[in-house]
């Protein structure tokens, strides 16, 4: 079945550490993006990529960095910058063109300690 | 500067009842307007959508109202049944423009159905 898969679903960080998280998609779309999501706060874009080598910061983006070496792939990092990193992070994908047409994936929960 | 404003940001409706939640825009370059619908601990999943050529949509119970004068639209879910309890969130894109910077979405709204 086509989806969004990200990994890890929860993950642990202490303070000062960088992680990364997973996000791969097989719907053969081109244009990917990550949301954070707080409570009561929504969805907020931290970055989006429409082609492979190519992407543009969101809202949120200061303290997180991307890559988009291959159109399946788009991996977040969480850096030691971000200053409240304590969140549900989404990843998702639509066709280019079709950006209110978003395909999420189950989220990856990150807790700093 | 928040785009979209959603309210309430709870409900509680009886099982049966009518649903009705409501969302307000600013940016009159929005052109799509979708309804995302999130269980805990899932990603969201779009539910309905509408477009600014039409007043109102309906798919099954759920019906998107649209006042493009307004810059408001609502989500009607009609014959609200447990299942339904959710949070649902509001967004607005520019997809004629290639929507290249996403959704911009309201910040959400917890719905109970109380059996």
């Known amino acids: 079945d086509g989806g969004i898969t990200q990994s890890p679903k929860y993950l642990f960080r202490k303070e000062g550490q960088n992680v990364t998280l997973s996000c791969e998609q097989n719907l053969n779309h081109d244009a990917m993006y990550w949301y954070r999501q707080d409570p009561g706060q929504g969805l907020r874009l931290i970055y989006y990529s429409q082609i492979v080598n190519d992407f543009q910061k969101g809202d949120i983006a200061e303290g997180y960095s991307v890559s988009r070496e291959k159109k399946e792939s788009f991996p977040l990092t969480v850096t030691s910058a971000q200053k409240n990193p304590t969140a549900f992070y989404l990843c998702?994908?639509?066709?280019?063109?079709?950006?209110?047409?978003?395909?999420f994936g189950e989220g990856s929960r990150l807790t700093v300690l | 500067q928040q785009q979209v404003k959603q309210s309430p940001q709870s409900l509680i409706v009886q099982k049966g009842g009518i649903s009705i939640i409501n969302c307000a825009y600013e940016?009159?370059?929005?052109?799509?307007f979708p309804w995302y619908q999130q269980f805990p601990g899932k990603g969201p999943a779009l539910l309905i959508a509408i477009r600014p050529d039409v007043s109102e949509k309906k798919e099954g119970r759920f019906t998107i109202s649209f006042n493009k004068s307004a810059k408001q639209f609502s989500l009607h879910i009609m014959d609200s049944q447990p299942g339904d309890s959710a949070t649902y969130f509001c967004?607005?894109?520019?997809?004629?423009?290639?929507?290249?910077?996403?959704?911009?979405f309201g910040k959400g709204t917890h719905l109970i159905i109380q059996p």
């Open positions: 998702a994908s639509s066709r280019v063109g079709r950006a209110g047409e978003l395909f």
């Open positions: 940016n009159t370059a929005f052109d799509y």
């Open positions: 967004a607005a894109s520019r997809d004629s423009g290639g929507g290249a910077d996403g959704l911009t």
